[in-house]
């Protein structure tokens, strides 16, 4: 679920304190209401394209924008392997409660889709809306567990983790640990009704190796909410960030702000 090493030269980050031994590395910028917070996806971190072009895009609106790395990526503290999608939700809360005011639009890139959902659903009186990217909720389980050879499952079991090939770097495979697995299962959003009642866009390729562009209509077909927008890009792949993908992806976002709240 990587956006893979799509970066851009940066400023030093700046660091939040959570007082329980986790440090999250952030950049924001102040201005105008409903803020804007991007989630990155699996093994990213926030210098990537997207998150970079959605902060000249905020600057240039005067709007609110906050990026940030889950713990174990980009400049945060923790060892990546030791992560799960609850401590990457809770890392997501604690962004919102603590570096973020008032409403606030959700963007989420793969990964960061499932994130964005859960950190919605845990701050509901907060959110203003959902713009998800590839938005891969339940992909430890649809796409990587569901997929996984009988052969791969028993070294789970036995080994605690399973190595898999890694499209964007071929040195280095993603070890997938069975902690991230057993959480996932924990937060499962596919199964039943997802009581969001909040604008929502979805933006996804359709030539999209990673995730399978379905996954957004299933997506879709779960949130309460009616006013949800599925745009397909019949040409698109996983990372949906060439320049063409980033208007689209402001050009979106542009036009949820600018609607009724």
């Known amino acids: 679920m990587s956006s893979g090493p799509d970066v851009a030269p940066d400023t030093p980050p ?75 939700a809770a890392d997501a809360v604690t962004a919102l409660d603590e570096l973020t005011e008032g409403g606030q639009v959700l963007v989420g890139s793969s990964m960061g889709g499932w994130i964005m959902l859960l950190a919605a659903l845990a701050r509901k009186a907060r959110i203003r809306g959902l713009v998800g990217i590839a938005a891969a909720p339940d992909f430890t389980r649809d796409l990587l567990w569901d997929a996984f050879t009988d052969d791969q499952k028993a070294r789970m079991e036995r080994d605690g983790y399973v190595d898999t090939p890694n499209c964007y770097d071929d040195q280095e495979p993603y070890r997938i640990h069975r902690r991230l697995i057993d959480d996932g299962f924990d937060h499962l959003l596919l199964d039943g009704p997802i009581d969001l009642d909040v604008p929502v866009r979805l933006i996804h390729g359709m030539k999209d190796d990673d995730v399978p562009w379905r996954t957004a209509l299933r997506l879709q077909e779960r949130l309460v909410s009616d006013d949800v927008e599925v745009q397909l890009v019949k040409s698109g792949g996983h990372r949906l960030s060439a320049s063409p993908d980033l208007e689209r992806l402001t050009r979106t976002l542009d036009a949820l702000l600018d609607g009724p709240r």
């Open 14 to 88: 700046r660091f939040l304190e959570c007082g329980d031994g986790r440090t999250i590395a952030y950049h924001r910028l102040a201005g105008k209401s409903p803020g804007v917070v991007f989630l990155t996806g699996f093994r990213s971190d926030m210098t990537g394209g997207k998150a970079l072009a959605l902060e000249a895009f905020c600057r240039a609106r005067g709007q609110a924008f906050l990026r940030f790395d889950y713990t174990g990526h980009g400049r945060s503290s923790g060892v990546f392997e030791d992560g799960s999608i609850g401590q990457w």
